[in-house]
């Protein structure tokens, strides 16, 4: 199962990719401009900077909604470092891109996914990630677990090697159960995966021991 980090912070992606447990990084406009990148130039920029901390794949999204505008973003994007992979939203023009760019070989991500019809398509174009977002689902009333569970058979039915990448993780619990259900990736925030971490009783443990050692020294 790969980790990727779900963030343009490059302090959280140095310190995850330090543990040793990293292998890739996602990112989009949103998460861009919380850390105040904006503007093309500087955006671009900060692509290169993360490929710069990371081995593996990093998810560089495409503003264009027409499949020319994707096609040109992403083959500049592309362009920029081979860990680059281009994130593509579901919608009509999208899956074309995501076509087209599968045939030229350009890696993808197809983002925003809510169901799984969605993600069967994204496969069928050729997609090498699809992103079911399960944080957002759940913020709806909606199992974004469930929804794991349908990609993950549908697409095992017809050997598909797009890989499911579970995001908009909210918690640990989100990243032990999609690797209990065969989610390929998560991506999540830093707390979340450190989350993995915790136990007290480690905590207790760990105290109890090293008194146990002083104790005779
Ligand atoms: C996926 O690649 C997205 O960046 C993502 O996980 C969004 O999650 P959110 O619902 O926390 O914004």
Known sequence: MKFFIDTANLSQIREAQD???????????????????????NIIKHYKDIC??????????????????????GEMLAKLNPQIVVKVPMIEEGVKALKYFSDVGIKTN?????????????????ANYVSPFIGRLDDNSTDGLELIKEIRQIYDNFAFK???????????MHIVNCAKIGADVITGPLSSIKGLLNHPLTDIGLKKFLEDYKKGN
């Open 19 to 41: 543990l040793g447990v990293l292998d890739g990084v996602t990112t989009n406009p949103s998460l861009m401009a919380k850390e105040g990148i904006t503007g093309n130039g």
């Open 52 to 73: 710069e901390i990371v081995n593996g794949d990093v998810s560089a999204e495409v503003i264009s909604v027409d499949f020319e505008g994707m096609k040109r973003e």
């Open 110 to 126: 197809c983002t925003l996914v809510f169901s799984s019809g969605q993600a069967l398509i994204a496969a069928k174009a050729g």
């Open 162 to 172: 797009t890989e499911i990448l579970a995001a908009s993780i909210r918690h640990t």
